[in-house]
């Protein structure tokens, strides 16, 4: 999903944008009402956009009837934004290629759709709805049948889950063939679920903190550095 990234030209568009106004309006003031109109104006069709984006795929305009190109199969791309509807969802299940660098395993997503569903639960081989409960930040699995051996939860596995019994006690949890979270109850009649941000995770946020502070550090140098520049300017 490489638009994630999409947020650092978008970071330099604007910043290019602001550097661009702020000479502008020393060399001609009248400027700023105007450009400002513009900016808004341009803002306004980019977050409507946006949410048009995100409730249907975009492809253009059918110039024929002058409707929005509703999400199909062929017109479908990786990078586009759409709402969870069923239509949508649909239409990823029949398309697993939009999913090749996904963490999910191969197939998993399509080929276990009533397990997400439904919340279904699989002790050992027996698959059995009405066993998940949620409570605050803690996913529980509830009534687990006696001398199970492996339990599969309707959660795709990530690093940061953990699982315990009702003593506190931690179990080991893995990933099974599926792509589920799973793990053996150790004869525990409830498990509680719970994620823990994992050292990358920790890491990524120590970077997104540093990194806004420094942007407002420079920010606030640049604005009194500005503010000395126009007072020398006036004297």
């Given at each position: 999903m490489t638009y994630r990234w999409h947020?650092?030209?978008?970071?330099?568009?604007?910043l290019f944008v602001a550097f661009?106004?702020?000479?502008?309006?020393?060399?001609?003031?009248?400027?700023l009402p105007i450009v400002s109109v513009m900016l808004i104006y341009l803002s306004f069709n980019g977050m409507m956009l946006n949410t048009v984006a995100k409730n249907c795929h975009v492809d253009g305009f059918n110039n024929a009837t002058n409707h929005i190109v509703a999400p199909n199969k062929d017109n479908l791309k990786t990078d586009s934004l759409f709402g969870v509807t069923?239509?949508?969802?649909?239409?990823?299940?029949?398309?697993?290629?939009?999913?090749?660098?996904?963490?999910?395993?191969?197939?998993?997503?399509r080929n276990a759709?009533?397990?997400?569903?439904d919340s279904l639960v699989q002790f050992d081989k027996q698959i059995l709805p009405n066993r998940t409960?949620?409570?605050?930040?803690d996913f529980y699995i509830i009534g687990v049948p006696r001398n199970t051996r492996s339990v599969?939860?309707?959660?795709?596995?990530?690093?940061?889950?953990?699982?315990?019994?009702?003593?506190?006690?931690?179990?080991?949890?893995?990933?099974?063939?599926?792509?589920?979270?799973?793990?053996?109850?150790?004869?525990?009649?409830t498990i509680r679920l719970t994620y823990h941000k994992t050292l990358v995770h920790q890491i990524s946020l120590i970077i997104f903190i540093i990194t806004?502070?420094?942007?407002?550090?420079?920010?606030?140098?640049?604005?009194?550095?500005g503010m000395f520049y126009t007072s020398r300017l006036k004297h």
């Open positions: 947020f650092m030209p978008a970071i330099l568009g604007s661009a106004i702020t000479d502008l309006m020393k060399i001609k003031q009248k400027m069923n239509d949508n969802i649909q239409v990823m299940l029949d398309r697993p290629s939009l999913a090749l660098d996904d963490y999910r395993a191969q197939g998993q997503e759709k009533r397990i997400y569903s409960m949620v409570k605050g930040q599969q939860t309707p959660i795709t596995y990530l690093k940061g889950f953990a699982a315990f019994d009702t003593q506190g006690k931690r179990l080991r949890a893995y990933k099974n063939k599926g792509g589920f979270l799973s793990f053996d109850p150790r004869g525990a009649k806004w502070l420094a942007l407002g550090g420079y920010w606030l140098i640049y604005f009194i550095k």
